[in-house]
């Protein structure tokens, strides 16, 4: 019985036992209380043994889960780590006391994690797992923000937080959300985002600088394909009319007045260039300034076309107005295609503005009065037929406002016109002046005494009228008895009633008024014939059609038989070629530029990378030794010699170094470029008379080319990589370096001798041999040089190889010496001189230092190079080498695979160019050879369209006597 009272308490004390296992915390043991009748000491005593055996045991199950919950917990705080995202810092999201209190937070936590005891690695691992999924919600919020840079207001960036916050951990968490709400600033960009972005934005105004251009060179090609299509038909409409059975069948689109202003347009060109005989009619109007002549060309286009001028000079070059008959009333310039609307005022307006500006064109550089032809064409109803060309007025003054020669160049301009054997003179007399005031009536006699194609008009005779006391005066004017002058009419008309806003019509019925109702005309003083502007177009056409009738089968004999001199010239000075003009020697040579130039690029076997490093060594070579070398052997020690190789070799990439080697290699392509072009055959005929424009446009695309940005990224990563490289890997490499630092050193001896030459002046067998002279200061500079040549012996190696200034003492010392021979030197050439002479013996000790160098490449990579042997430099110019080669290997690459590609784009938009520059092509395609081909061109194109005008006139003739019923 005993034995089961102490078995079920055994059990419950178990059960005891077992429930504080499962609370290692708050472990509470309970005895009860003895039962009634039952031996207390047994039971205690076994209880008490119990019981400490079950407290040995706790302990270890306290001690192992406080192990393993601080092993878990760090293992979380690492994945915890891990998750994080890669932000720099807090402050670009919070503020800085926010920031410092998480610092502090997460430190406090690793601490309590890594220590692990008890309660608080609880704690911790609790507050550190719900920080884990507070900070990925975070992420989730913010991370499409901070990753593309998308920038949100204020408002917004508010919500997602609070947002955040509410899901997050709950109020009173390690991390205070509420100051979160405070601050939503963006997120500065890294350098690394700055860059990509500044990059893609270089790349955008790039592309969008390479569309414009490749949008001016497609206008450019379309407007050159436009003038070669318009080209090209003339050229097949000359081959036809070239044809006499074509000639016969083929109806010109053209009337014959049309057709003919065309041929004295191409005349005045041709005669403008070399100065021929142009003997084809046209009507000349001649007259005082402000005599009226512009209103009579007017009066009798029927339409105010020109500018107008308060009694200041407006016509200052030749107008050629070719009339003719037409449904419309429209006017157009001969090199445009835009017509204007006579009667739309607004046409005329511009019509006007036009031909001012035309003409203020014509006078640039300080002329008054141009010899530039303006062509315009005037069609409308009723027109008579005829060309006509106004010319400035004469003037009696030259005025301040006018170039010196302004006078005699309108004589002589009037003159050139009025010479021509079939010109008819159209004279203009202003009639409300005296007729003694006139100057254009005695050119007019002495160019045509005879008055066999003169016609006189009288102008403003209605202000005549009123004005002048006797009529008989103007009846003299109208019978040619008054001035010294004959002609083959006499005309009267009115030009106006002196109001600029008239219109044509207005003017004409004035005209028609005033004949009506004047007084002289009743009296006789002028025949009804010689008035009105309509009876003058008439009597003035007939006599200009009369005229060219009778001239023109002449004239177009006299250009056959100038274009058989022509040819027979061409073929006897220059049989092998075919007479092409500049257009055509310009459209074959653009594409005999881009075959010969781009096929020599191409074919031509040139060493990049060795045209290119012997560029950059050339370039390199003196800030090298100057600034580094000869800087570093300055040192007293070898670590300092290397510590000041490095800070030079980095001041030197800080310089900009990329941008050298570039340049560098660039100015070596274009070396390349020259030299390849220059040797380069041509394909097919030898021509020199291309080589000018060849050079002209390699050259602008040269100047014009440049390389691509990207490749100043790749230099810097190679310089930057090659120059902090100090190690040497293989013996192949050292002796490169070693050969390399020899050859260098040989380089750089030679030019310091040279300079010490040029110093000191000629030796003994050179003043002997080669008869030179010794100057003075080279005499001095020669003692000078022994002198230092002493001090070097007495120092003896010292110093050496290290380089050092020449003190005070022994510079009095040196001049003391020159002194007693009677030399006065000055301390700045002593100190010049003793620079080159301690640099000619360094240099020479590093050649020795070479070859010592040679074969000591295990040695110094084992570390066990005596201490006497220097091979510190090895490294230096093995750095520089490694830079020079790679940097070549890339810049030849470059030019191999783009660069060329890109000067041929160049030389294309070269050669567009000088196309377009008619200045350009007369000096690049210049000489007899062209001069008489472009002549020959130009006399065969008048004289086809001048036989082509016979031939119309001749078919006109038939129909007109077919319709009178003549026999043709």
């Not at 640039?364 to 027109?383: A, E, H, M, N, Q």
């Not at 007729?435 to 160019?447: F, G, K, M």
């Given at each position: 019985m005993k034995r089961e009272i102490i078995n079920s308490r055994n059990v419950r004390r178990y059960h005891a036992?077992?429930?504080?296992?499962?609370?290692?915390?708050?472990?509470?043991?309970?005895?009860?209380?003895?039962?009634?009748?039952?031996?207390?000491?047994?039971?205690?005593?076994?209880?008490?043994?119990?019981?400490?055996?079950?407290?040995?045991?706790?302990?270890?199950?306290?001690?192992?889960?406080?192990?393993?919950?601080?092993?878990?917990?760090?293992?979380?705080?690492?994945?915890?780590?891990?998750?994080?995202?890669?932000i720099p810092d807090f402050t670009q999201f919070f503020p800085e006391a926010t920031a410092d209190e998480l610092h502090q937070m997460w430190d406090r936590i690793k601490e309590r994690a890594e220590s692990g005891s008890g309660t608080l690695a609880g704690f911790a691992h609790d507050r550190l797992n719900r920080a884990n999924t507070w900070l990925l919600d975070l992420e989730k919020s913010l991370g499409s923000q901070i990753r593309n840079g998308i920038t949100e207001g204020?408002?917004?960036?508010?919500?997602?937080?609070?947002?955040?916050?509410?899901?997050?951990?709950?109020?009173?968490?390690?991390?205070?959300?509420?100051?979160l709400a405070n601050t939503a600033p963006v997120p500065k960009e890294t350098i690394e985002e700055r860059r990509k972005r500044a990059e893609q934005e270089r790349q955008l105004r790039e592309m969008e600088d390479e569309l414009r251009r490749l949008h001016s060179a497609g206008q450019l090609a379309i407007d050159r394909l436009e003038a070669e299509n318009r080209e090209l038909r003339d050229t097949l409409n000359n081959i036809r009319d070239a044809s006499p059975e074509s000639r016969a069948v083929r109806s010109s689109s053209q009337s014959p007045i049309e057709m003919y202003?065309?041929?004295?347009?191409?005349?005045?060109?041709?005669?403008?260039?070399?100065?021929?005989?142009?003997?084809?009619?046209?009507?000349?109007?001649?007259?005082?300034?402000?005599?009226?002549?512009?209103?009579?060309?007017?009066?009798?286009?029927?339409?105010?076309?020109?500018?107008?001028?308060?009694?200041?000079?407006?016509?200052?070059?030749?107008?050629?107005?070719?009339?003719?008959?037409?449904?419309?009333?429209?006017?157009?310039?001969?090199?445009?295609?835009?017509?204007?609307?006579?009667?739309?005022?607004?046409?005329?307006?511009?019509?006007?503005?036009?031909?001012?500006?035309?003409?203020?064109?014509?006078?640039?550089?300080?002329?008054?009065?141009?010899?530039?032809?303006?062509?315009?064409?005037?069609?409308?109803?009723?027109?008579?037929?005829?060309?006509?060309?106004?010319?400035?007025?004469?003037?009696?003054?030259?005025?301040?406002?006018?170039?010196?020669?302004?006078?005699?160049?309108?004589?002589?301009?009037?003159?050139?016109?009025?010479?021509?054997?079939?010109?008819?003179?159209?004279?203009?007399?202003?009639?409300?002046?005296?007729?003694?005031?006139?100057?254009?009536?005695?050119?007019?006699?002495?160019?045509?005494?005879?008055?066999?194609?003169?016609?006189?008009?009288?102008?403003?005779i209605d202000v005549a009228e009123k004005s002048v006391m006797n009529p008989e005066r103007i009846k003299k004017i109208l019978e040619g008895r008054l001035f010294p002058m004959r002609a083959l009419g006499y005309f009267a008309v009115v030009t106006g009633r002196g109001n600029v806003s008239d219109s044509i019509e207005d003017i004409q019925a004035y005209e028609q008024d005033y004949f009506k109702n004047s007084a002289l005309l009743k009296k006789g003083v002028f025949k009804p014939y010689q008035t009105t502007t309509k009876n003058l177009s008439h009597a003035v056409s007939e006599r200009f059609w009369k005229m060219v009738r009778d001239t023109v089968e002449a004239q177009s004999l006299q250009l056959k038989a100038q274009r058989f001199n022509l040819e027979a010239e061409w073929k006897n000075h220059f049989p092998k070629y075919r007479p092409m003009d500049r257009k055509e020697l310009y459209e074959r040579s653009r594409v005999k530029i881009m075959d010969d130039v781009m096929s020599a690029c191409l074919s031509t076997n040139v060493n990049w990378v060795r045209n290119i490093e012997e560029s950059l060594w050339r370039r390199f070579s003196p800030y090298l030794f100057d600034n580094v070398y000869f800087t570093a052997a300055a040192a007293e020690t070898?670590?300092?010699?290397?510590?000041?190789?490095?800070?030079?070799?980095?001041?030197?990439?800080?310089?900009?170094?990329?941008?050298?080697?570039?340049?560098?290699?660039?100015?070596?392509?274009?070396?390349?470029?020259?030299?390849?072009?220059?040797?380069?055959?041509?394909?097919?005929?030898?021509?020199?008379?291309?080589?000018?424009?060849?050079?002209?446009?390699?050259?602008?695309?040269l100047d014009r080319h440049k390389w691509e940005r990207q490749a100043v990224d790749r230099l810097r990563t190679l310089v930057t990589n090659a120059l902090d490289d100090n190690s040497i890997a293989s013996s192949l490499m050292w002796d490169h370096a070693v050969e390399f630092w020899q050859t260098a050193l040989s380089e750089k001896l030679a030019e310091l001798r040279g300079r010490l030459k040029e110093e000191t002046g000629p030796g003994f067998t050179e003043k002997w041999a080669m008869w030179k002279s010794v100057k003075p200061e080279q005499k001095i500079a020669s003692e000078a040089l022994i002198e230092l040549e002493k001090l070097q012996k007495s120092i003896g190696d010292k110093k050496a190889p290290f380089l050092f200034d020449l003190s005070p003492d022994d510079l009095n010392a040196v001049k003391k010496n020159l002194e007693l021979k009677k030399v006065v030197v000055e301390a700045d050439m002593v100190q010049r001189l003793w620079s080159l002479l301690r640099r000619q013996n360094f240099l020479k000790d590093s050649m020795k230092r070479a070859d010592a160098c040679r074969n000591s490449f295990y040695y110094f990579k084992k570390g066990s190079l005596d201490e006497d042997m220097n091979c510190d430099d090895v490294l230096l110019f093995s750095r520089v080498r490694r830079m020079i080669s790679q940097t070549s290997r890339s810049l030849a690459q470059q030019i191999d695979e783009s660069e060329i590609r890109r000067f041929e784009r160049e030389l294309k938009r070269a050669v567009n160019d000088i196309g377009q520059d008619k200045e350009g092509l007369q000096t690049y395609f210049a000489g007899k050879r062209v001069e008489l081909a472009e002549k020959l061109k130009q006399v065969r194109q008048i004289q086809t369209k001048l036989d082509l005008f016979v031939a119309t006139l001749s078919d006109e003739e038939k129909t007109k006597r077919a319709k009178l019923g003549f026999a043709v």
């Open positions: 036992l077992s429930h504080a296992k499962r609370q290692p915390c708050t472990l509470i043991l309970r005895v009860p209380r003895p039962l009634v009748g039952t031996p207390v000491m047994g039971v205690r005593y076994f209880g008490i043994g119990l019981l400490a055996r079950q407290l040995l045991k706790v302990r270890y199950w306290i001690l192992g889960g406080s192990v393993a919950g601080g092993v878990a917990l760090k293992d979380k705080y690492n994945n915890l780590k891990q998750q994080l995202p890669d204020p408002s917004t960036a508010v919500a997602n937080i609070s947002d955040t916050e509410t899901e997050g951990p709950e109020r009173g968490s390690i991390f205070p959300l509420a100051v202003s065309e041929i004295l347009d191409l005349l005045s060109t041709y005669d403008s260039n070399f100065n021929t005989q142009d003997h084809l009619p046209r009507i000349v109007v001649v007259g005082d300034q402000s005599a009226g002549k512009t209103s009579v060309l007017e009066m009798i286009a029927q339409a105010r076309i020109f500018p107008r001028g308060a009694g200041e000079m407006m016509t200052r070059a030749p107008v050629q107005v070719t009339l003719s008959d037409g449904p419309d009333r429209i006017a157009r310039f001969r090199d445009s295609s835009r017509d204007y609307d006579l009667d739309n005022e607004r046409d005329l307006v511009d019509l006007r503005r036009e031909i001012e500006q035309r003409m203020r064109a014509s006078v640039r550089g300080g002329r008054t009065v141009s010899k530039d032809v303006i062509s315009l064409s005037v069609k409308g109803p009723g027109l008579s037929r005829m060309v006509l060309v106004d010319l400035p007025g004469i003037i009696a003054t030259v005025t301040a406002e006018m170039a010196s020669d302004t006078k005699d160049t309108i004589y002589s301009l009037s003159k050139s016109y009025m010479k021509n054997p079939n010109a008819i003179i159209l004279c203009i007399q202003d009639g409300s002046i005296d007729a003694e005031r006139s100057n254009v009536t005695d050119l007019v006699s002495s160019i045509d005494p005879d008055g066999a194609r003169t016609i006189f008009v009288l102008t403003k070898r670590p300092m010699f290397n510590t000041i190789i490095d800070i030079k070799l980095r001041e030197w990439k800080e310089k900009n170094l990329e941008h050298m080697c570039l340049t560098v290699g660039s100015d070596a392509m274009k070396l390349e470029m020259r030299n390849i072009v220059a040797k380069a055959p041509s394909e097919g005929e030898q021509d020199p008379i291309y080589d000018a424009v060849k050079k002209a446009a390699v050259e602008m695309a």
